[in-house]
């Protein structure tokens, strides 16, 4: 006999334990199912490749709470549950395992998978596509002291993971297509900067290549590049972006583009089920358009907040997410459009090191990036928010 949940999330990751939250700040009763894929309890995935590296958090304390938050909660956990059917007429979801269960409500928390690479070799044992909690466990494993990385990909897992194998003195190789490390994020004056960094600490910077095939030398990989270089290592870490997990959502009959459609209530086209976090194409109302948002606080804020509106609440989506990285010393947090293809204007206090960078579109501010400048958000969402036209003269001076 299937159960019937008046809640069901689907994804165990930080939307899907967020919505938990939402939800029973408004119903403390109705019953909850949350279904995820791996058999972790959900964690934030920031620490694989930051603090955990550094010693400066412990495996412990990356999951987002205990067994106990969930059973005082009365949340039924399905764990090592992949859902691979939705039935929005019949109101039902269904398990690989076959189990089926009823929703009133459903949310799709289920985040996005690991970009991988067709090349021959793409898809030997050991080459890790990193994005969760066992492909660190894996990596950290092998990753010992005086042994070689290949870290395929130049954006922000690549770059962070570089580091962090770097500082664990590893001999790290980095290939990556682009001419400069982060070049979707940051403007080209700054990702010099950072990969002259990289490239004094020991990191071997492989610009404009990239892998044609992998290969095995006994436990050895061999990596081939399009420029000719080859390349032997103990590990192969690809890190070269991300694709939203959308199956479950077509199944369902659900539109998807780039990412699941929502409206500004995080509803999907299909009354009564929600899309939130990684997935989710949802309109960012201080940007004026509709947007999908890989980050962190994102999932966070909006996974609760499709909770909120699963409970009752009825509540426009109106968060302004920030986000944040590490590479090396060189720390940000940011928020709005932060894209390298638009104008930018630097307000350094020290060049390429601190100081605020201004994404502009028009005469307007769309982005703001805080170098090495902390606790700055709110301003600069107000600074997005306000809409105005700017010169540089009115920017020099306004976030320190
Ligand atoms: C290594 C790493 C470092 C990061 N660092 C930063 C950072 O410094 N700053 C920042 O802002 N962001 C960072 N991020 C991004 C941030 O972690 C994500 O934006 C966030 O995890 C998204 O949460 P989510 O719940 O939407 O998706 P996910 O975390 O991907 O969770 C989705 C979950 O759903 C499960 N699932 C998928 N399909 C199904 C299914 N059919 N059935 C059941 N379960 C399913 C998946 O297994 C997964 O557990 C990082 C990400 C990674 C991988």
Not at 31 to 55: Q, V
Not at 90 to 113: D, F, N, Q, V, W
Not at 223 to 230: A, Y
């Amino acid at each position: 006999m299937k159960r019937v949940y008046d809640y069901v999330v689907v994804g165990g990751g930080l939307a899907g334990a967020s919505a938990v939250k939402g939800i029973r700040e408004l119903d403390a009763a109705g019953s909850i199912l949350l279904a995820g894929e791996e058999n972790h309890l959900p964690y934030d995935r920031p620490p694989l490749s930051k603090k955990l590296w550094l010693g400066k958090q412990k495996l412990e304390d990356i999951f987002l709470h205990d067994r106990a938050f969930y059973d005082a909660h009365a949340v039924t956990l399905a764990l090592g549950a992949k859902v691979a059917r939705l039935d929005p007429a019949e109101k039902t979801i269904t398990a690989t395992s076959g189990e089926t269960y009823g929703y009133g409500k459903l949310l799709l928390a289920t985040g996005c998978k690991a970009r991988t690479l067709s090349v021959p070799g793409g898809d030997l044992d050991g080459i890790c596509y990193f994005r969760g909690l066992d492909d660190y466990l894996h990596t950290r494993g092998v990753a010992a002291e005086g042994k070689s990385a290949v870290v395929v990909g130049g954006g922000f897992i690549g770059s962070e993971l570089a580091a962090a194998l770097n500082i664990n003195k590893l001999h790290v190789t980095m290939i990556f297509p682009g001419a400069l490390l982060c070049d979707r994020v940051l403007p080209d004056y700054l990702g010099r900067a950072v990969q002259q960094r990289y490239a004094a600490k020991g990191v071997r910077i492989l610009a404009s290549d990239k892998p044609v095939s992998f290969s095995k030398n006994g436990s050895k990989f061999i990596t081939r590049t399009e420029k000719g270089e080859t390349i032997e290592s103990d590990i192969v870490i690809v890190g070269i972006g991300v694709i939203p997990e959308m199956e479950l959502a077509r199944s369902g009959g659900l539109e998807v583009g780039n990412g699941i459609v929502v409206n500004e209530y995080l509803e999907a086209s299909r009354p009564g089920i929600y899309a939130a976090g990684d997935n989710a194409f949802f309109p960012y109302q201080a940007l004026g358009q509709p947007m999908r948002i890989e980050h962190w606080d994102h999932a966070l804020n909006q996974g609760k907040w499709a909770g909120r509106n699963m409970a009752g609440a009825h509540e426009p989506f109106t968060y302004q997410p920030y986000f944040f990285s590490d590479l090396f010393e060189f720390g940000y947090e940011a928020t709005g459009e932060v894209d390298s293809r638009l104008e930018t204007f630097a307000d350094w206090q020290k060049e390429n090191d601190t100081g605020v960078i201004y994404y502009l579109r028009e005469g307007k501010i769309r982005g703001v990036m805080m170098c090495n400048v902390w606790d700055k958000v709110e301003a600069a969402r107000e600074l997005i928010r306000k809409g105005e036209r700017v010169t540089p003269e009115k920017l020099r001076g306004l976030i320190r």
